[in-house]
């Protein structure tokens, strides 16, 4: 039996669904269900008896502490987490609340019950290449054992719960391992993120905003290569160790959403919009924007054996294929009022709500 975090989530649901179709133990996932947690993310598992899913806060830590008492699980994946950088720079709050009193809840709470947990209980704590902050465009990809320098709300929330869990591996002897994650994409990501965002955009022929110049450049790795390296750590990961996911797929934000706009004029030959690429439209800087992320992930790879095995060409055809697929799912989705903030602080017209 293991518990998940936030498994309603793009990533933990993804993970859930590996799970429960690779391992034969039992999984309680235990989720707030937020904005972005969302149970139909998990409908192909609703009917495995294996799964157990359970609304709660992390920050709650009496009720965490007794389903840790009565679960006796062996490991916690630690993904639940405000995850979006916009939303952090428009009201912080929640960033706080969840990313690290939460983070610190939910080490109280295994600290408390570790006394009666098995010797082999390990902690997953899922964590983000933002930690490190902006690098120079060209410079060197970084190691786990860069320094850290947030840029961000989000990115200093994520921070702070990392430092959490490394003190409490070297103070309290937690058998903890921590990930750090590049940018995911792939199928039931929110569409506030980059990728979604766009291909909901350009399907309804809106125009799709490129913060600043769109020089800045990520690393997009498919949901489903995270998941699966998420799955070696947890396996075979050393206690007290970071390990870096990465694909090497580095491009620009402007070159992912041209390549965005092709596909959408391919796999819609009919849309009114073509070519995509018209409904490109530089608006103002984020705040604070991180130029560029670039993680070196040699240490997995030499490590556990993980690589990732969804080219980004594949990768993103598929998941503008999932989103076109599943519109329905889309529009259940949509938030109207955060959307206005981000009108109001990007320059960004012509939004729905
Ligand atoms: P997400 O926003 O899609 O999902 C977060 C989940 O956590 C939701 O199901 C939400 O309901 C749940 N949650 C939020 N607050 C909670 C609380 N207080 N108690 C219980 N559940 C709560 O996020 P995601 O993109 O799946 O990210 C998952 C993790 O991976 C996060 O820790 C994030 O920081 C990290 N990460 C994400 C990316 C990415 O590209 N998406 C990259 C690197 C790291
Ligand atoms: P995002 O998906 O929010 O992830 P992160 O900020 O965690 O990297 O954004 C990815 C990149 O795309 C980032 O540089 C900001 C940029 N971006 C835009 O240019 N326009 C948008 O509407 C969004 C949501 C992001």
Redesign the pocket.
Known sequence: MIVVTGGAGFIGSEFVRQWLATESSELVNIDKLTYSGNLENLASVSGNSRHHFVQADIVEQSVIEQLLHERQPRAIVHFAAES???RSIHAPADFIQTNICGTFRLLEAVRAWRGTASREFRFVHISTD?VFGSLPLKAAQISEAAAYAPGNPYAASKAAADHLVRAYIRTYDLPAVIVHCC?NYGPFQFP????P?MIARGLAGESM???GD?L?E?DWLHVSDAARAIGLVLARGRIGESYNIAAGHACS?LQMVCMLCDLLDELRPQSPYRPHRQLITHVAE?PG??RR?ALNADKIAQELGWRPQISLREGLRQTVEWYLGNQAWLENVVSGRYRQWIADNYGWRNIRS
Do not use: F
């Not at 506030?192 to 990728?195: A, F, G, P, T, V």
């Open positions: 979006h950088v916009d933002e940018n506030e993120k980059l990728i965002l905003p490129i913060y769109g800045h990520r934000n984020r924007h991180d992320y």
